[in-house]
């Protein structure tokens, strides 16, 4: 496939990620630049300073919600793929209806009540949608333990499983980054089979 | 009973058991998790009741923070 071709099929599809922190930002940049049509992106929080090692913002948007920052960045990447950004908390009662006309969705979550939250959430209520999420970003190092696995047609998984974030073992751009790329390839590949 | 756990074969004593059995036999004691027994995602509460029998597909998903 060229990648006229490529940007061509993409450009049919909508991926949802739920979160706009390290994973999310990134992955919805490499998405972005691959052709993909149409995001759907949500998160609450705003652009802090310590986001800055690993997130998708700069110094100039400390302090805006992450969706209208990252929509912004992405727009400046390509005008062709649409992005809808919603800044609020995903919860189980809102998750299904934003994410119901997704042909994928990212788990781009930090802390690992949300992404369960999320994983039982889907499955009850839009159990048809392939769910690809992050688990084992925190740290530096350790090329060799990072990976993506698929559980089934519905469920995949970026990350080294181990690494849980703490004081001494921050998550940091290169693997955060990685991990978001894993989930963006991941993207591709289901969709370009289609 | 044999099953498939994280996909490697593992062989039990018991004929079957619950989802909360397995995860003490295996000593899989990380409460952010994601099992899923033949494709279906089985909640914490259920795991008292969820019984796997020979032949079933398990799968038990570490959830670490970090984003």
Known sequence: MTFEEIKKKLSRYTVGIAG????????????????????????????????????????????????????????RIS?????????????????????????????????????????????????????????????????????????????????????????????IAPRVTIVSNMQANIVLEILLKR | MKITLNNREETFAQESMTVTELLESKNMTFKMRIVKVNGKLIKREQYDNEVIRDGDNVDVIYLMSGG
Not at chain 1, 33 to 46: E, K, M, N, W, Y
Not at chain 1, 47 to 75: C, W, Y
Not at chain 1, 113 to 127: I, S
């Open chain 1, 20 to 75: 706009a922190g390290g994973l999310g930002s990134n992955c919805a940049s490499s998405l972005v630049r691959s052709g993909i049509g149409r995001l759907v992106i949500a998160d609450f929080d705003i652009v802090s300073h310590s986001n800055l090692n690993r997130q998708f913002f700069f110094t100039d948007q400390v302090g805006m919600p992450k969706v209208d920052a990252l929509k912004i960045n992405l727009e």
């Open chain 1, 79 to 171: 005008s062709e793929s649409v992005v809808e950004a919603y800044n609020l908390k995903l919860d189980n009662n809102n998750i299904a209806n934003l994410f119901k006309d997704c042909d994928i969705i990212v788990e781009a979550f930090d802390r690992s009540d949300m992404k369960l939250m999320f994983a039982e959430t889907l499955a009850a209520e839009l159990p048809g949608t392939p769910l690809i999420m992050g688990s084992g970003v925190a740290g530096w190092g350790g090329n060799e333990e990072l990976r993506s696995r698929k559980v089934d047609d519905t469920l995949y998984i970026c990350g080294d499983e181990k690494a849980e974030v703490s004081g001494q073992l921050p998550p």
